[in-house]
């Protein structure tokens, strides 16, 4: 009995060391995420904007300028920023800068009283 016991942990042993092995193989070969970098392309995504339409970031960043400001009718920052954001928007906007504005409240409608009530016009 002592015999069958020592084969079974030799076993055990050796599937351990061989999903050991595996694992750190697997983690060596895989790539690490890349990161965006400073003067790189940003990453593509598409939201729904206040005007109930998609929009995507490569579509609006053709040959423009975007600023992005993530805001939320929480953030006491954000209420006061508004205004001066949306006055650089009505100056910049000829020359081609966007801004669009990604709101990080639940509700669509509170968004969209704090835009008419702090006078946002930019996507």
């Given at each position: 009995?002592?015999?069958h016991r020592k084969w079974v942990q030799l076993a055990i042993f050796g599937i351990v060391l061989v999903i050991?092995?595996?694992?750190?193989?697997?983690?060596?070969?895989?790539?690490?995420?890349?990161?965006?970098?400073?003067?790189?392309?940003?990453?593509?995504?598409?939201?729904?904007?206040?005007?109930?339409?998609?929009?995507?970031?490569?579509?609006?960043?053709?040959?423009?300028?975007?600023?992005?400001?993530?805001?939320?009718?929480?953030?006491?920052?954000?209420?006061?920023?508004?205004?001066?954001?949306?006055?650089?928007?009505?100056?910049?906007?000829?020359?081609?800068?966007?801004?669009?504005?990604?709101?990080?409240?639940?509700?669509?409608?509170?968004?969209?009283?704090?835009?008419?009530?702090?006078?946002?016009?930019f996507l």
């Open positions: 009995m002592g015999k050991g092995i595996f694992t750190v193989i697997a983690n060596l070969s895989s790539k690490a995420p890349e990161y965006p970098r400073v003067g790189s392309k940003a990453p593509d995504f598409s939201l729904l904007g206040l005007d109930g339409n998609v929009h995507q970031l490569s579509d609006l960043s053709k040959d423009k300028v975007v600023v992005l400001n993530f805001w939320g009718t929480f953030c006491d920052p954000c209420k006061r920023e508004m205004p001066a954001l949306q006055r650089q928007m009505e100056k910049w906007q000829s020359k081609g800068v966007t801004v669009l504005g990604v709101n990080q409240d639940i509700s669509r409608v509170t968004a969209q009283q704090f835009a008419r009530e702090y006078g946002v016009t």
